[in-house]
């Protein structure tokens, strides 16, 4: 396994510190299709098998099928059962897999109505996700922009979001962020208040909405409450999703994260590492089909030591920001797709 090695990065934000606890990572996804659900499961199975104590964790309510990826039926209680049960621990309901240090928590048992949790439920889900003794929770999130989806990936500065390298994906994905990041803006302002009607005055605008970008929407809130813009803004700013690209079937694909860079500072002055790169690989459809996990079923082949490279800079360096990372990544992929040519 080839692990590549990143000396150029920033020093890491002082307001993301990771506090006590496991680290929590959001993963989602702009649409369906592009293997989110295949990369928590995967990515949980190569951290275990690197050493780590890992919960995969089923939030993908409506569409829950984690289970399938990690060889399991849909039996088992689970999340349903916590957020409806007032004498359950979360502890209590996981699931040993056939991976030492890899645990399964189940989500809904075919219980959709928690695809509208509210909000007093996911913050009790969250504080006892956050008191699990593990070393990281990969929470599998549902497609797309629902109010329960940003939530829950606004429970961590650096969530990951799964993408492949398509046109419609990469703008489903911007459209995510764009909404995620009203999302985040929306919640930081007092409920009912004045702020609060302006912003979604803002965001409802035919005249703006398409035009939109966030930091327009910032100097509007200053011209009127300059001490409430300058810190929703900050709070904005610790904000550093990482993108991981799957079903890559060239680097050079990779020459649109210039644009995609350009665009997010632009239009939502945020910033994002682009953190991994997973080849197509014809292996991961033969493991689907056989609903066996995919690196118990494939472990020597390209796609899985991709996945081992990412778990590898998950432990890494999940915390700190990179430098240049599209630069750096789409060059460290263009090296693994010669060496494996040539090789």
Do not use: C
């Not at 951290?47 to 964790?57: D, F, M, S, T």
């Not at 956050?130 to 929770?137: A, E, F, G």
């Not at 360096?317 to 990372?325: A, E, G, M, Q, Y």
């Amino acid at each position: 396994m080839v692990m590549e090695k990143e000396t150029n990065t920033e020093q890491a934000n002082e307001t993301t510190t990771q506090t006590p606890g496991p680290v929590l990572i959001p993963v989602a996804s702009g649409k369906g299709g592009v293997g989110k659900t295949f990369m928590v499961a995967n990515l949980a199975i190569a951290l275990a098998q690197l050493g780590k104590r890992v919960i995969a964790a089923d939030l993908d309510f409506g569409g829950s099928n984690l289970y399938t990826h990690l060889g399991f039926d849909n039996r088992h209680p689970g999340i349903a059962h916590f957020i409806s049960s007032g004498d359950t621990r979360l502890d209590e309901l996981l699931v040993k897999t056939r991976f030492d240090g890899l645990h399964f928590l189940p989500g809904e048992v075919r219980m959709p109505f928690l695809a509208n949790m509210r909000y007093s439920q996911k913050q009790k889900l969250l504080l006892n996700l956050s008191k699990l003794d593990t070393d990281y929770v990969l929470l599998d999130l549902g497609a797309g922009t629902s109010f329960t989806v940003l939530d829950f990936f606004s429970i961590s500065t650096k969530g990951m979001l799964v993408t492949t390298l398509d046109y419609p994906s990469l703008m489903n994905m911007l459209q995510f962020l764009k909404n995620f990041s009203l999302r985040v803006v929306e919640r930081a302002l007092p409920p009912k208040s004045y702020l609060r009607a302006m912003v979604t005055e803002y965001i409802n605008d035919a005249n703006t909405s398409d035009k939109f970008t966030i930091r327009e929407l910032f100097q509007r809130l200053d011209a009127e409450y300059p001490g409430e813009a300058q810190r929703v803004q900050e709070l904005w700013g610790t904000y550093r999703p990482h993108i991981v690209f799957n079903q890559g079937k060239h680097p050079d694909e990779m020459s649109v994260v210039e644009n995609l860079q350009e665009s997010l500072a632009a239009n939502l002055s945020l910033k994002v590492d682009f953190f991994g790169y997973v080849f197509h690989d014809d292996a991961v459809e033969t493991a689907l089909r056989d609903k066996h996990p995919f690196l118990d079923m494939s472990a020597d082949s390209p796609a899985a030591e991709d996945l081992y490279r990412l778990a590898d800079r998950v432990m890494r360096l999940w915390d700190t920001p990179i430098r240049n990372s599209g630069q750096l990544l789409r060059s460290n992929t263009l090296k693994i797709h010669t060496d494996r040519q040539t090789g």
